[in-house]
């Protein structure tokens, strides 16, 4: 099987994935970036794609710069 997108967006090219027809589809990112005392960076994300395709994902890193 392979996916294909009905229409692609003005402007951009279609593409194949593999699977069933995609009619509708959503993807939503979001991502939070804090810089803490003594260098210490903390960020958190997800996304998820919503839609004919479902797939949904997080992360979270703490970093501290010597």
């Given at each position: 099987?392979?996916?294909?997108?009905?229409?692609?967006?003005?402007g951009t090219q279609s593409f194949r994935t593999i699977g069933d027809t995609v009619e509708q589809q959503l993807e939503i990112d979001a991502?939070?970036?804090i810089l803490l005392p003594q260098n210490f960076h903390l960020?958190?994300?997800?996304?998820?794609?919503?839609?004919?395709?479902?797939?949904?994902?997080a992360q979270i890193s703490l970093v501290k710069k010597f």
């Open positions: 099987m392979v996916f294909s997108f009905i229409d692609a967006p003005v991502n939070l970036s960020s958190a994300g997800g996304f998820a794609e919503i839609g004919d395709l479902e797939v949904q994902g």
